[in-house]
């Protein structure tokens, strides 16, 4: 039974940091596409980043990048999202989601985690 379980969310000040896990189980994520969405809301599920399984390539919507990173740590079977620079328009619930292709479509992953809550304040 496949299982991403993520971690890390609070409340943080506008300008801060957060760091977000998501931990594996009955996958390994050096063998899917590991992406981050999240959901503000009143709106949509938006892609936020992804890295390929060689960990080679990461992939980010423009509205973070440049203050979000993601990275993977195969040891822990764990994907990681590095925000930095904070800011209320990031609130939202965050998850983390495997596929087998790189993709930012939504249906075309097979796993989601249950979402973490991140809370920007101004």
């Known amino acids: 039974q496949v299982q991403l379980v993520e971690s890390g969310g609070g409340l943080v000040q506008a300008g801060g940091s957060l760091r977000l896990s998501c931990a594996a189980s009955?996958?390994?994520?050096?063998?899917?596409?590991m992406a981050w969405f999240r959901q503000a809301p009143g709106k949509e599920r938006e892609f936020v980043g992804g890295?390929?399984?060689?960990?080679?390539?990461?992939f980010y919507a423009d509205s973070v990048k440049g203050r979000f990173t993601i990275s993977r740590d195969n040891a822990k079977n764990t994907v990681y999202l590095q925000m930095n620079s904070l800011n209320p328009e990031d609130t939202a619930i965050y998850y983390c989601?495997?596929?087998?292709?790189?993709?930012?479509?939504?249906?075309?992953?097979?796993?989601w985690g249950q979402g973490t809550q991140v809370t920007v304040s101004s």
């Open positions: 890295i390929t399984w060689s960990a080679d390539t990461t």
């Open positions: 989601a495997a596929a087998r292709l790189i993709t930012r479509s939504e249906s075309s992953y097979d796993y």
């Open positions: 009955g996958l390994t994520v050096s063998t899917y596409y």
